[in-house]
């Protein structure tokens, strides 16, 4: 697989992003000082310890949450809600239970009023490309997790988003369907040439599928480092599990974890509420 050249544009940009959460025992800052751009057809990843604010800062992204302070664009326009050039993919699949999956898949199209056959052609050709040919009729109870999470992203993918927004999809996935889903998430990302944002806990994913890699601190998050990386060109190729083994792979592996683990010490020594 070759290496994808970017685009110099920025699809997304944050400046001084700053977050709180407001409550009756005096709030949360979840996020403080995210200044981050990210890149069209980059595969970002996101790492940092529980509850530093990776979910909260997808949400701003998405426009599910306004920040407390900074700026959220989209193409240098605000971003004030959510929408469809924005797809997001939670760990929970989400879809309607009543409605068989071509339905599903269909729905933000019949919403958009796309003509009933563009809607037909359309969901076919995502059906084939998250590989679930042959399950049109069939409810979402009569399908697996995994199932169930290509169903999830074939219905954001017929929107034609310019960008993915992921917050641990494949959590609590088996670990064979886990590997499957990461080669499906990538060969989409090529296919489709897409801007990924992806969070995740684990550092072998994120290795696996990113081409930046961003690491935060404990809560408030802030950006603390951050990596390019090469090895999903490498990892989708043949002789592939060799790459994990190489020299650079576990100095990066063990760099990440790193950080990782010193941000989780100092978690246990904060107070709940700043
Ligand atoms: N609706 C809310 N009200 C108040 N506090 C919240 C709310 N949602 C999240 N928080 C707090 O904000 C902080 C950041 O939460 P967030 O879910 O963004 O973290 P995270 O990094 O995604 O966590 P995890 O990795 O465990 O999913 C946490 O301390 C959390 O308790």
Known sequence: MDERK????????????NFRYSGEKGG?????DINLGIKEGEFLCVLGPSGCGKSTLLKIIAGFLQSSAGEARMDNEPIHGPDWH???IFQSPTLYPWLNVQDNIGFGLKMRKFPQNEIEELTNRYFELVGLKGFERHKPYELSGGMKQRASLARILVNKPRMLLMDEPFGSLDSLTRQNMQTLIREIWTKTENTVFLITHDVDEALALATRIIVMSSRPGRILKEFQTSFTYQISGVGHEKARYKPEYMEIREEILNIINSQSEALKFSSPER
């Open 28 to 32: 949360v800052t979840a996020l403080q």
């Open 6 to 17: 970017y685009k110099a544009n920025y699809v997304v940009t944050l400046k001084n992003i």
């Open 86 to 88: 924005r797809g997001v």
